[in-house]
Nanobody, 128 residues
């Protein structure tokens, strides 16, 4: 059974930082691309950041570029199924439920329909 779990959300003041973590289990995700999406109340789910199968290629939404950093574990220490999103200089408009996703392809995906496995989401709230 495939399972994707996020953690690390919470409440933070504007300008603060949070680090989200994701663990995928149930199959070998070492060759899968992974990504983060978010959904704010009343809005559609949007792309935040993604990386390819080995983490060598990363892409970001313009709204988070320069503030967020996506990364994944490595095969050397058997953490390839993990991913993180370091979020700095947070703004109230970053408030949303953040979702971790994995897709059964090695290249980066920008759209939610390209991803096959999803976590339940973790709430991030940034107060002004």
């Amino acid at each position: 059974q495939v399972q994707v779990d996020e953690s690390g959300g919470g409440l933070v003041q504007a300008g603060g930082s949070l680090r989200l973590s994701c663990v995928a289990s149930g199959r070998t995700f070492s060759s899968y691309a992974m990504g983060w999406f978010r959904q704010a109340p009343g809005k559609e789910r949007e792309f935040v950041a993604a990386l390819n199968w080995n983490g060598g290629s990363t892409v970001y939404a313009d709204s988070v570029k320069g503030r967020f950093t996506i990364s994944r574990g490595n095969a050397r220490d058997n953490t390839k199924n993990t991913m993180a999103l370091q979020m700095n200089s947070l703004k109230p408009e970053d408030t949303a439920i953040y979702y971790c996703a994995a897709r059964s392809a090695s290249s980066v995906g920008f759209h939610s329909h390209e991803y096959d496995y999803w976590g339940q989401g973790t709430q991030v709230t940034v107060s002004s």
